[in-house]
């Protein structure tokens, strides 16, 4: 096995898309977040440099791995996952608190988010595990307990800090995943439903999530409490119609819309730059899943197959579970919508993704 692979031309659509979204998140971040960089720390190009050098690593990480046979993270797949499960409990513990939620770890020069760790890393490790034990998989306490038993203490954990969008987000991706791979269907739909009661219990008996769920129903309700962000979300994307306000024209961004520069970015897009601009976000976003599958279909083999499979199912499900939210067709999570909002984890993370996305269709049979 060569560890650098030279054969083979990557999937250019994927590239293409992704250069696109991150180059329109550039601009989006510099355009809703320079107000809070002047009042902040008086200089409106803040968040946009360092989002900036972020994209700048992110890229030269996408190029490393888009040049790295991906056969060698099979190796990594254990080490892998005990690292992120250990970051997952240090940041517990030592974890910066920002606004009530202990996800991050400071490094100095950026704040890791060991949840985003967790997301690239199971994903691998359900790749190898189904790939090395795929005539075990259809059985329960042999196959898929193990996986379910891992899967269980990295959501738990992560539902601790909180964050419980990155938990759904954890969970639907190895469930994907699991299922390409040949799980038994009726188990998982009868895991399904046995989740359904610890879901209403995590809504139920906390009061910001029972508030958010309530809100979600309607907003109106507490407009100037629960029902704030989403109401202000939909504002400006009404406010947008369909050509939209003007780049830089956004009236929301003016301490009215909260998180506007990560959570709720995609309001801010289509307030600036209309109905045209968000569906353009969004054929983005479907161009990287249709190629991604087509990547996995084409795989040279099993493990290659359900990587590409997890890697596209994380990058797509994160970005429609955030803009579900901001459009209110979910309830109120932060989670960040790929290569658009600020944040460093995130986006060396999904760049890194990418990379390894293009390394497999590097290697595609067709």
Not at 53 to 64: K, N, P, Q, R, S
Not at 120 to 145: C, D, H, P, Q, S
Not at 347 to 360: E, H, P
Request: positive net charge; proline residues 4%; hydrophobic residues 55%.
């Amino acid at each position: 096995m060569a560890l650098f692979t030279r054969e083979g031309k990557i999937d250019l659509i994927v590239f293409t898309a992704v250069i696109a979204l991150l180059s329109i998140g550039l601009i989006m971040v510099y355009s809703a977040s320079s107000v809070m960089g002047i009042n902040d720390f008086r200089d409106p190009h803040y968040y946009v440099r360092r989002q900036t050098m972020w994209a700048v690593i992110g890229l030269l990480l996408m190029f490393a791995a888009a040049n790295v046979d991906y056969h060698v993270y099979q190796y990594l797949a254990l080490p892998g996952l005990l690292a992120a499960v250990a970051l997952l409990a240090l940041v517990l513990v030592i974890g910066e608190d920002i606004s009530g939620a202990k996800r991050w770890i400071d490094l100095g020069i950026i704040n890791l988010q060991p949840s985003e760790v967790a997301k690239l890393a199971m994903v691998n490790y359900t790749a190898v595990y189904i790939a090395t034990k795929r005539e075990r998989i259809r059985r329960f306490f042999t196959g898929l307990l193990p996986l379910l038993v891992i899967l269980g203490i990295q959501c738990a954990l992560i539902i601790k800090e909180p964050d419980f969008g990155t938990a759904v987000t954890l969970a639907f991706t190895v469930v994907i995943v699991l299922f390409a791979g040949g799980a038994h269907l009726g188990q998982l739909s009868a895991l399904g439903c046995l989740t359904i009661p610890g879901v209403y219990y995590l809504i139920k008996f906390e009061p910001y999530r029972i508030k958010r769920w309530m809100a979600f129903l309607d907003p109106w309700a507490d407009p100037t409490g629960a029902g704030w962000n989403v109401i202000q979300s939909l504002t400006a994307i009404g406010s947008g119609g369909f050509f939209g306000l003007g780049l830089g024209n956004s009236r929301q961004k003016f301490s009215y819309l909260p998180e506007h520069h990560t959570d709720f970015i995609f309001a801010i897009l289509c307030e600036e730059l209309g109905f045209i601009g968000g569906v353009l976000v969004l054929l983005l976003f479907f161009v990287i899943a249709w190629r991604g599958l087509r990547i996995a279909l084409n795989a040279p083999d099993l493990f290659g197959s359900l990587l590409a499979i997890g890697l596209t199912a994380t990058i797509g499900f994160q970005a429609l579970l955030n803009i579900g939210v901001v459009t209110g067709s979910l309830p109120v999570t932060g989670i960040t919508l790929p290569f658009i909002s600020y944040g460093g984890s995130s986006l060396l993370i999904s760049l890194a993704s990418v990379g390894v996305l293009l390394n497999i269709s590097r290697q595609n049979r067709s």
